[in-house]
């Protein structure tokens, strides 16, 4: 268990819930110990592909500044593969535009509208660096300094994997780099940006199932790299980061940079399996079992700095959908459990796994994501509640309980729930103390009669059963209130796929009194 986490009598104060499942009953104990210690606001962090300022994303967008506003705040993460052939001119006010995938060469004007975005929208920025120059990597390190550019971190290199001898070039590139930032923060150590590494891509699978993930030859590599990575150049980095995904496309029934097909196949209930999700989990103790082994100073810092579910810029109707919803819900709380500081969720902007739409492709448009992502944060606290499960509780509910985020006077606790079952509703029973306050999210659909599955793959989210789909103001892009439903003796009813947020504001459990 984290050193850090506070420790209190299990049976102090415990709740059940009586869950009627197909038929059957099951029970969940919520218990006042904390498991997990995380911080929700950099849990929900996000990132830009380095592509999209390639492409010259206009940062100064008014409405994208508001919407972004709406997250923070939390981490900005610019990087991604694109980085690795991104050069830097800072005596030069112009960028010259380029593909996605070339050599691009970013000017001072541009850098100091990254600087503005985040300032504007109060995010904290870690910037991907380019491995092909390091002097000139160093020049940027320096020119940003100089410029008073408030910064979180410096990465070094996207998702690259090697021998000892790409280790020992990490290692001397990365001294370079870390001694610019002692040089130039010289008078203000305190204020030095984290340097972090090696943001290496574990995962996906490449053509095993998660039950068969150790006979996966490039997630092997891959976490190799990161043991010898870590041995190397431990000394020189404050985080350790690295990246993961859930699926490809192809085992959902689609293809990369296609959408998924209407009606939804019978593949796509990969996407609500649990043993699925799981692997992420999996991967991250086998992260932190090496960190610990290698770098015990850093093993509480273990960011996971890109992630979503499907790979390779995602797949329209899934990870631009509410389908998505179910799995970073599971997400989130997966890795608060296991004490993650830091998690970016890919992306704010560009691609389909955009929480604003599919830059340059479409205009800025909220995804589900969004709307799940902003309730999230506001609803939960940074302390994370033991769960007990009784053997006929079903696995296909996911469930975690936090210290309400907003009531932490009187004891709160809030309870993320995830109905995976295609087929059957869930229906709890909840015994904890005082009102209930209850935030039921399910797909917007106005079609024609759908199945669970189709409707799941809708651009759009209703809160607790709204006539119409949560939106923001197309002038201003301020919020929808997004209240919740107000009860005492609450029964708690998730349809099939769906997702549901209970708040017990004065559930006083002494793990949750501020």
Not at 158 to 172: P, R
């Amino acid at each position: 268990m984290n050193p850090q986490i506070i420790a209190k009598m299990a049976v102090l104060l415990a709740i059940t819930l009586g869950m009627s499942h197909g038929g059957g009953h099951a029970r969940l104990g919520v218990l006042d110990l904390v498991v997990g210690i995380t911080d929700v606001d950099r849990l929900t962090s996000v990132t830009i592909d380095v592509c999209a300022l390639k492409q010259g994303l206009v940062l100064n967008d008014p409405h994208l500044i508001a919407l972004t506003a709406h997250l923070a705040p939390s981490v900005l993460r610019i990087g991604g593969s694109d980085q690795n052939s991104y050069q830097y001119d800072m005596t030069t006010p112009s960028t010259r535009r380029c593909d996605c995938g070339q050599p691009c060469v970013m000017g001072s004007d541009y850098w100091r509208g990254v600087h503005q975005f985040v300032t504007a929208t109060n995010l904290s920025l870690i910037f991907g660096l380019s491995p092909a120059n390091a002097t000139n990597a160093c020049e940027l390190v320096k020119y940003t300094a100089d410029q008073n550019y408030s910064m979180f971190g410096w990465s070094y290199g996207n998702e690259q994997t090697g021998d000892a001898a790409l280790a020992h070039k990490y290692l001397g590139e990365m001294q370079m780099v870390r001694s610019t930032l002692d040089r130039v923060y010289s008078t203000d150590p305190s204020g030095r940006p984290a340097l972090i590494g090696a943001d290496t891509g574990v995962g996906p699978r490449h053509g095993t199932t998660p039950r068969g993930l150790w006979k996966d030859n490039q997630i092997q590599q891959s976490l190799q790299w990161i043991d010898l990575f870590t041995s190397v150049c431990s000394e020189e980095i404050d985080a350790i980061s690295w990246h993961t995904y859930d699926y490809r496309s192809t085992e959902i029934g689609t293809t990369d940079h296609h959408a998924l097909p209407y009606p939804t196949p019978a593949n796509a209930s990969k996407l609500w399996d649990p043993v699925y999700h799981q692997v992420a989990a999996r991967l991250l103790a086998n992260v932190s079992q090496i960190v610990a082994a290698r770098a015990p100073a850093l093993s509480q810092k273990i960011w996971l700095t890109e992630t979503n579910s499907i790979c390779h810029q995602g797949t329209w109707n899934v990870t631009n959908a509410f389908a998505n919803s179910l799995w970073l819900v599971d997400r989130f709380g997966m890795m608060a459990t296991q004490s993650v500081q830091l998690m970016a969720r890919q992306s704010l902007i560009g691609y389909n796994y955009s929480l604003l739409g599919n830059y340059p492709d479409e205009p800025l448009r909220t995804s589900p994501d969004y709307f799940t992502t902003i309730l999230f944060r506001r609803l939960f606290g940074n302390r994370v509640l033991a769960l007990q499960h009784s053997a006929t509780s079903s696995s296909l509910l996911r469930s975690y309980a936090f210290c309400s985020r907003e009531h932490t006077a009187a004891g709160g606790v809030a309870l993320a729930l995830v109905n995976l079952d295609e087929q059957n509703s869930l229906t709890l029973k909840v015994g904890l103390p005082g009102p209930c306050e209850l935030y039921a999210l399910q797909p917007y659909w106005a079609g024609e009669t759908a199945t669970s599955r189709d409707m799941v793959s809708s651009r759009w989210i209703t809160l607790n059963g709204g006539t119409g789909p949560l939106s923001v103001d197309q002038s201003t892009g301020a919020l929808p209130e997004m209240l919740p439903v107000h009860t005492m003796h609450p029964k708690l009813t998730l349809p099939s796929l769906t997702i549901l947020f209970a708040v017990f504001p004065q559930a006083s459990y002494p793990a949750c009194v501020a």
